[in-house]
């Protein structure tokens, strides 16, 4: 069973991005793994998920985006969230603006439990009221409690 909580701290959380282009939100939501001290180049973070975008947008469309990607060196699968009020242009299925990133980096040798982690999140991500309560969210805690409990309500 993939639990989210295992790979998401509070810390990987942005709750508000700053970034206007989607190599910047790349950069921003990778960084957050750097504080975590997990031995990965960030340069090859955003080059394995810039390369994941050319096979086709991870902008799923209603305001989502979960661009995701594998690393060698990396030893488990981490997720990172980030939130833009403004909304970025991420090339969306739908053409809309993305509000809501999770950025999933997996280990090289993880097919497995990196698509069980991408369908988790997108099956949570189906809710309206999650997706607007993650919106809604004061802070980076409340979005990392409004996360877990989601987590735990899909095993």
Same mark, same amino acid.
């Given at each position: 069973?993939? =639990?989210?909580?295992?790979? %998401? &701290?509070?810390?990987? $959380?942005?709750?508000? *991005? &700053? ?9 921003? %939501?990778?960084? /957050? ?14 080059? @394995? ?10 902008? $799923? ?9 594998? *690393? ?5 699968? @981490? ?14 299925? #739908? ?7 999770? %950025? *999933?980096?997996?280990?090289? =040798? ?15 991500? &189906?809710? /309206?009221?999650?997706?607007?309560? *993650? @919106? ?5 805690? #409340? $979005? ?5 409990? &989601? #987590?735990?309500?899909?095993?």
């Amino acid at each position: 069973m993939v =639990n989210i909580q295992d790979m %998401l &701290k509070e810390a990987f $959380i942005i709750e508000d *991005l &700053k970034s206007k282009t989607k190599k910047e939100v790349l950069a921003e %939501l990778s960084g /957050v793994f750097l504080s975590d001290d997990m031995g990965i180049a960030r340069d090859s973070m955003i080059e @394995v998920l810039m390369e994941r975008e050319k096979l086709g947008s991870t902008g $799923i469309g209603d305001g989502i985006a979960i661009p995701h990607g594998k *690393l060698t060196g990396l030893e488990r699968l @981490v997720v990172s969230f980030g939130r833009s009020s403004v909304g970025v242009d991420f090339d969306s299925l #739908d053409g809309g603006p993305v509000h809501l990133f999770f %950025l *999933l980096m997996a280990p090289e =040798n993880s097919a497995g439990q990196h698509l069980k982690a991408l369908a988790k999140i997108s099956r949570m991500l &189906k809710d /309206v009221s999650f997706r607007e309560a *993650l @919106v809604k969210a004061e802070s980076s805690k #409340d $979005i990392y409690s409004l996360i877990v409990e &989601k #987590d735990r309500a899909y095993v």
